[in-house]
């Protein structure tokens, strides 16, 4: 599988938009290596722009 990256095309869509059955490559891309966690609806994305209620996550490394 090759590595995705975010680039510069992406929107800042909110992930907490996407519904439930979407394979959106763009969804993808923003939920790749996530770091932040919504409050709101528990999805998780790589930046705090692409969610409704962002928390960063504790590493749990």
Same mark, same amino acid.
Not at 9 to 23: G, H, L, V, W
Not at 31 to 50: K, W
């Given at each position: ?13 909110? !992930? ?5 059955? =979407? ?5 993808? !891309? !923003?939920?790749?290596?996530? =770091? ?26």
């Amino acid at each position: 599988m090759s590595e995705r990256k975010q680039s510069k095309e992406t929107s800042t869509r909110k !992930i907490c938009n996407f519904s439930p059955d =979407s394979d959106s490559e763009e969804l993808k !891309i !923003i939920a790749n290596n996530p =770091s932040y966690v919504c409050m709101a609806c528990g999805r998780s994305a790589a930046g705090s722009e692409h969610l409704c209620k962002p928390e960063k996550m504790a590493s749990a490394w």
